[in-house]
């Protein structure tokens, strides 16, 4: 069991800029942070939810949308159960509420499809206004 909990949205101005924190609780004694491959998505009202990013166990390999790669980076902190996305040079586009999501893997590559995900978290809007 794990549990997500996302910080960090509001409402920004384009061109600003956001960190997003997502910080897990393992409820678990034999798995921790580390086993567990990490995502990002968002979705806005009337469309589907959509991959944003996502990072490897140990945060050595990382995979982005092409509409955000280079706007935004994911990393994270296994010793803090925590994972981040910094988005930077936001656009209007880019509104929408943000989940991270965690999948219990015994590999260290990433995960891409949102169906792989075991763990979802509540949601934290982001809003930037033109």
């Known amino acids: 069991q794990v549990q997500l909990v996302e910080s960090g949205g509001g409402l920004v101005q384009a061109g600003g800029s956001l960190r997003l924190s997502c910080a897990a609780s393992?409820?678990?004694?034999?798995?921790?942070?580390?086993?567990?491959?990490m995502g990002w998505f968002r979705q806005s009202p009337g469309k589907e939810r959509e991959f944003v990013g996502c990072?490897?166990?140990?945060?050595?390999?990382?995979y982005y949308a092409d509409s955000v790669k280079g706007r935004f980076t994911i990393s994270r902190d296994n010793a803090k159960n925590t994972v981040w996305l910094q988005m930077n040079s936001l656009k209007p586009e880019d509104t929408a509420v943000y989940y991270c999501?965690?999948?219990?893997?015994?590999?260290?590559?990433?995960?891409?499809?949102?169906?792989?995900?075991?763990?979802w978290g509540q949601g934290t809007q982001v809003t930037v206004s033109s």
């Open positions: 999501a965690a999948d219990d893997v015994f590999h260290n590559g990433i995960v891409v499809r949102a169906a792989q995900y075991d763990y």
């Open positions: 393992v409820r678990t004694f034999i798995r921790t942070f580390s086993n567990y491959a």
């Open positions: 990072i490897s166990r140990s945060g050595g390999s990382t």
